[in-house]
């Protein structure tokens, strides 16, 4: 095979990215005696791992041209009604099944909200992130509290702190597994290359017969499952469900996506751009926790970050 | 009267280039704009008027050349500048609010404020002058939103000429209005006129310049063809009507038409691969042809005659009545997933636009209609796509470093040829082309030429739809001529062709035996 090494292949932009993430380490090395023991980056993955699953999908979306902010929600709905059917008695595993079943339900609806009847991403997502979030809320309310932590089934913790051969946290594992399949699927489907071609010049899309509203769907059905998905995991890590879960995680989706490379207005981007994207973001998060920053110094450098990454991204385009 | 040797110039043009990327758009205009006349610019797509318009009204700046507005040298940076030296444009959309009322679209932007308030007295009285003195039939307290088109283009109008408008630059003040309301405007322009206000006057429906106009510039190309009396063109001796006049015009925005032979069609098949009857949409009026396998079918008329709308109307985009058939059999497409399972392809007329996937290199766009021919077990086999990608650039002659070159750094020809190959690619029997060769250079157009020959020696049946009336003689077989959503006639093309007599027909001349 000629390009199998094409998944890999480092361009300019990503040569940027990671002398930036190379220079956190470098310098957190140096500030902090904690930062370069393994365990300090088995953390950074742990934190990283669900964001990562989930922007694999959203990465592709914002490909498209769209965007999602129903993704904390969506997970914080899987995760309190996996905890809730647990503690009905229903098998973990089925829960589970069912919670990604759901989420995919929503995913979809905001597929058709987007793609069929035309209203504006940042509206109709925003609309399942309240619904969603509020019926988080319910779910707790039903089992008679403000969150779900007592009387679930002693094996429900099992799944999420599964260890694969004892030393690799599961959700690291589907990590690495979803990473590679959203790789393959950019590089080598026809849904990847559609992608592209529908950020790229959705008129062109429609002229060339894409399927642009069924594609838009198979996307936002493809990061509600990983929503779903993740909740599931992390409710299970946890041990028990709060309604209030991943608050705000769409947006830092974003900001590993966009830092990555992936532009909003869509047509260009990468799965590898995303990952060292993401590592940024966590590296710098952590770094700046072992330093003792205070959260709030924390949220503003993101802040900065995602504004000095956007403005990069359209200065580089309207050069390009 | 004025004296002919001192004609009262209210805006003299002299050398006026604009350079776009790419693009000389005006090349060295020179015209005069004499005062209180209604002078009308005219001229076929593409020719320059709209760039001409932006500059005299301070919407774009020039790159060369000298504007003088009574006598002044004349350099507005923004809208509101020429505004403020009495140059207003009326473009084509309504720029009026329909939820408000009359006085309140009058005052709009002018109102008197302080801190931010809006005081109630804003001074009327000159604004409701001018409406009256246009237009009496309008009461300050009606809704905008209910009043007719050339109403609310009066109030337009009232507003650009309460600010001490000098010259009032109209951009197809008619196109969305009835028979009756076009009178109308013709009346309130008659009225301007009395006031002393200069119109610059465009619009595609010629006639008009016969009714309104006293004098014409005619461009093409970015270049003054002509600038001339009305009156002259229809008093001179081989014009007997206003449509001899017309053509007159014609002739002179389409300029001499160099016609390269055409070689008939070798492999006209009697198999009927598409046929239409009384197509109808808001703009078509009955439209029928047929198409048959291994033909090159034109479609010619000047902008706006419905062209376009046929091809829209083929491919699925734009809802019709009438019947369609495909291989004889009646379908009705109603989408454009329809029209490429009926084995019809459209290559469109704004490749940047509808065409090609800019950021992706040549190898991603080719096989985009057509994903199946690159893909093995459902997932993309580079080796086929390279593969694919290889033939379509030998077979096209597409000139390029490579095939993984990004299709926005091609040049346009190559552009249209790689939106011609992603199109092949999908193998359909009939292929509707619009505007195949715009903005390529002239070899690169030969060569497009060749390939729609070659294609339709192969059997496909393709229909060229072009505002170039060489292209058209040169390539196709029969030719369709529209006027205002009309098929005027279709002609066989062949030696005894006669360019005079299409321009003649596509001008709104009548179809003789």
């Known amino acids: 095979m000629a390009n199998s090494f094409s998944a890999i292949q480092i361009d300019r932009q990503k040569l940027v990215l990671l002398s930036i993430l190379a220079a956190i380490v470098v310098a957190m090395s140096f500030l902090s005696p904690k930062f370069l023991q393994l365990s300090n980056f088995q953390n950074i993955l742990l934190q990283l791992a669900p964001l990562i699953i989930i922007a694999s999908a959203a990465n592709l979306l914002m490909i498209t041209g769209n965007f999602d902010l129903s993704i904390g929600s969506v997970l914080a709905f899987s995760a309190i009604m996996h905890a809730y059917m647990s503690k009905l008695g229903l098998p973990i595993g089925l829960s589970i099944a069912l919670c990604c079943m759901m989420a995919v339900l929503w995913g979809i609806s905001n597929g ?53 051969f004892g030393v690799l946290p599961i959700i690291i594992v589907f990590m690495l597994v979803t990473v590679a399949i959203f790789i393959f699927i950019e590089k080598k489907t026809v849904l990847g290359r559609f992608s592209f071609a529908i950020g790229g010049n959705r008129k062109a899309s429609v002229l060339s017969g894409i399927k642009v509203p069924q594609m838009t769907i198979v996307l936002y059905s493809l990061v509600g499952l990983l929503a779903g998905f993740c909740g599931t995991v992390q409710v299970s890590r946890v041990g028990s469900g709060f309604p209030n ?76 | 009267m004025m004296d002919a040797g001192k004609a009262d110039v209210l805006m003299g043009i002299k050398g006026l280039h604009k350079q776009f990327p790419g693009t000389l758009a005006l090349d060295d205009v ?36 000298e504007l003088l507005f009574e006598g002044r040298a ?53 604004l409701v002058e001018n409406l009256r003195s246009l237009d009496d039939s309008i009461r300050l307290t009606d809704r905008v939103g209910d009043l007719s088109v050339a109403q609310r ?49 465009i619009s595609h429906k010629l006639g008009e310049v016969f009714e309104i106009g006293d004098k014409v510039t005619v ?44 070689i008939p069609g070798s492999n006209i098949q009697a198999l009927k691969l598409l046929e239409a009857r009384n197509l109808k949409t808001g703009k078509l009026r009955d439209v029928s042809f047929e198409l048959y396998k291994g033909e090159i079918l034109g479609f010619y008329g000047l902008v706006g005659a419905g062209k376009t709308e046929v091809a829209q109307v083929l491919y699925g985009i734009d809802p019709y009545s009438g019947e369609i058939f495909v291989k004889g059999q009646s379908l009705k497409i109603s989408s454009t997933a329809k029209a490429l399972k009926a084995g019809i392809t459209m290559i469109p007329e704004e490749r940047r636009i509808g065409g090609i996937f800019g950021q992706l290199s040549i190898r991603a766009n080719i096989p985009m209609m057509r994903m199946e021919k690159v893909l093995t077990n459902g997932i993309i086999n580079r080796g086929k796509e390279n593969a694919l990608a290889d033939g379509y650039i030998k077979g096209m002659s597409l000139a390029t470093s490579g095939r993984e070159k990004k299709v926005a750094q091609l040049s346009g020809g190559n552009q249209q040829k790689v939106v011609i190959s992603k199109c092949l690619n999908r193998e359909s029997d009939v292929l509707l082309m619009d505007e195949p060769t715009r903005g390529v250079d002239v070899g690169a157009k030969q060569e497009i030429h060749d390939i729609i020959r070659k294609l339709a020696r192969e059997g496909k049946g393709i229909i060229v739809f072009s505002s170039e009336l060489p292209e058209i003689m040169q390539l196709c077989d029969r030719i369709v001529l529209m006027y205002e959503g009309e098929v005027r006639t279709v002609l066989q093309n062949g030696k005894d062709i006669d360019s005079d007599r299409i321009m003649a027909l596509v001008a709104g001349g009548e179809v003789s035996a």
């Not at chain 1, 909200?113 to 809320?137: D, E, H, K, Q, S």
């Not at chain 2, 610019?41 to 050349?65: D, F, P, Q, W, Y």
Request: glycine share 10%; net charge neutral; aromatic share 6%.
């Open chain 1, 112 to 164: 058709i909200m987007v793609g069929y009847l035309n209203v504006n991403p940042v509206i109709a997502t925003m609309g399942t992130m309240y619904a969603a979030r509020g019926f988080a809320y319910l779910i707790a309310r039903w089992d008679g509290g403000a969150n779900i932590s007592a009387g679930l089934p002693s094996d429900f913790s099992d799944f999420g702190r599964t260890n694969l």
């Open chain 2, 219 to 262: 461009l093409r190309d970015g270049k003054v063809v002509e600038t001339r009396e009305v009156a002259e063109i229809r008093n001179s001796s081989s014009c007997n009507s206003d449509s001899d006049a017309c053509l007159e015009l014609v002739r002179m925005m389409l300029g001499k038409v160099v016609l390269e032979e055409y």
């Open chain 2, 30 to 65: 020179s015209f005069d704009i004499l005062r209180n006349t209604v002078h009308c610019i005219v001229g076929e797509n593409g020719c320059g008027k709209s760039t001409m318009i932006k500059i005299l009204t301070g919407a774009l700046e020039r790159t060369k050349g």
């Open chain 1, 245 to 320: 879960i991943a608050e705000g995680m769409e947006f830092d989706v974003v900001v590993a996506i966009v830092l990555g490379g992936t532009s909003m207005l869509g047509g260009s981007g990468s799965t590898a751009g995303m990952i060292i994207g993401a590592l940024i973001v966590g590296t710098a998060a952590n770094g700046l926790n072992l330093l003792k920053v205070p959260y709030f110094y924390q949220t503003i450098t993101k802040g900065l970050l995602l504004i000095v990454a956007v403005f990069a991204d359209q200065t580089i385009r309207r050069r390009g």
């Open chain 2, 153 to 201: 283009r009066v109030i337009e109008i009232t507003r650009a000429i309460s600010t001490d408008c000098k010259m009032l630059v109209m951009d197809e003040p008619t196109a969305a209005l009835s028979e009756d309301e076009t009178r109308r405007m013709f009346k309130v322009i008659g009225k301007l006129k009395a006031k002393g206000i200069t119109i610059v006057y």
């Open chain 2, 74 to 126: 004349f350099e507005p940076k923004t809208i509101r500048e020429a505004m403020a030296q009495g140059v207003t444009a009326l473009y084509q959309e309504l720029n009026v609010v329909d939820d408000l009322s009359v006085a309140e679209n009058l005052t709009l932007g002018r109102e008197k404020q302080r801190f931010g308030f809006i005081q109630k007295d804003a001074d009327l009285s000159v």
